[in-house]
């Protein structure tokens, strides 16, 4: 599986950025598919994720805020995050775990990862 990762950029708090994923095979309904984020000197950690069975799982400090979405047939996953906050700073990573790993929010579930988009929110 190969992820493409797109959609960063620069935004004043309270604005509006879509990321998006693209991947080279089929991904919905087979695996895990994720969003991370990495801020400098900090851990990567979930943000929300897609289970194969359909499942969703969003980080507390996005509720509310971000929305993950999935065109099946262009097998890509999109990101919408609304109402950015300055701590929304980070690299944001799309991510596919194979092996449906029980722990979602687990970095090492993954065994493929997308290049990573910068996400810069200004205050």
């Known amino acids: 599986v190969q992820l493409q990762a797109s959609g960063g950029g620069s935004v004043q708090a309270g604005g509006s950025l879509r990321l998006s994923c693209a991947a080279s095979?089929?991904?919905?309904?087979?695996?895990?598919v994720s969003w991370f984020r990495q801020a400098p000197g900090k851990d990567r950690d979930l943000v929300v994720g897609?289970?194969?069975?359909?499942?969703?799982y969003y980080a507390d400090s996005v509720k509310g805020r971000f929305t993950i979405s999935k065109d099946t047939a262009k097998n890509t996953v999109h990101l919408q995050m609304n109402s950015l906050k300055p701590e929304d700073t980070a690299v944001y990573y799309c991510?596919?775990?194979?092996?449906?790993?029980?722990?979602?929010?687990?970095?090492?579930?993954?065994?493929?990862w997308g290049q990573g988009t910068q996400v810069t929110v200004s205050s």
């Open positions: 991510a596919v775990d194979t092996h449906r790993s029980v722990a979602i929010s687990t970095v090492t579930s993954y065994d493929f």
């Open positions: 897609i289970r194969w069975s359909g499942s969703t």
């Open positions: 095979g089929r991904i919905f309904g087979r695996y895990t």
